[in-house]
T-cell receptor, first 116, second 115 residues
């Protein structure tokens, strides 16, 4: 079974600085998708970024980028120029590729605090 | 973009009664919807996968007779918590996808309090 591990329950960063959130996963599949979701205090889950395993190039979305190391099964999220609105729970998630609507497997989350 | 609407956002019910939560895909057809439960400061726990026109698939340990799921159309799935008890109090979230390769869209969640 696939598992997703987030080893940092809490992280904090000074506003405008850069922070990296860690995520590792375990799978025997060769093709899959990885996601980072953000859950602010409103508890609405918001997709931050996604990565297809077959792509070697790391995904980027504005201030958010990932470091995808397939061999190491690592998928970290880097947030640059941190803003107060980035404060939230961040969940790493894995999805088998195959076809159809596969379920997401979530990590335990990292609570990110932004220090003004 | 894809929008998933979930109602109600909050509900308080008496112990022993049933509560229905609706999840609608507003601008796309969702053959599959997922139902999650989230306890405070914890991750999302998948309860069941809802498939249009067929029976839901429940995760191990989830009581299918307590958490009834109906997915009667391509845009609507419902979760009914039957004979609710205080331990069923939690945050319930649904999700669906127009194209799951691009991630899933989540409803805004329902906070259920059973008194």
């Amino acid at each position: 079974a696939q598992t997703v591990t987030q080893s940092q329950p809490e992280m904090s960063v000074q506003e405008a600085e850069t922070v990296t959130l860690s995520c590792t996963y375990d799978t025997s599949e060769s093709d899959y998708y990885l996601f980072w979701y953000k859950q602010p205090p409103s508890r609405q889950m918001i997709l931050v970024i996604r990565q297809e395993a077959y792509k070697q190039q790391n995904a980027t979305e504005n201030r958010f980028s990932v470091n995808f190391q397939k061999a190491a099964k690592s998928f970290s999220l880097k947030i640059s120029d941190s803003q107060l609105g980035d404060a939230a729970m961040y969940f790493c998630a894995y999805r088998r590729s195959n076809f159809g609507n596969e379920k997401l497997t979530f990590g335990t989350g990292t609570r990110l605090t932004i220090i003004p | 973009g894809a929008v998933v609407s979930q109602h109600p956002s909050r509900v308080i019910c008496k112990s022993g009664t049933s509560v229905k939560i609706e999840c609608r895909s507003l601008d796309f057809q969702a053959t599959t919807m997922f139902w999650y439960r989230q306890f405070p400061k914890q991750s999302l726990m998948l309860m069941a996968t809802s498939n249009e026109g067929s029976k839901a698939t429940y995760e191990q340990g989830v009581e299918k007779d307590k958490f009834l799921i109906n997915h009667a159309s391509l845009t609507l799935s419902t979760l009914t918590v039957t004979s609710a008890h205080p331990e069923d109090s939690s945050f319930y979230i649904c999700s669906a996808s127009a194209d799951s390769r691009y991630g899933y869209t989540f409803g805004s969640g329902t906070r259920l309090t059973v008194v």
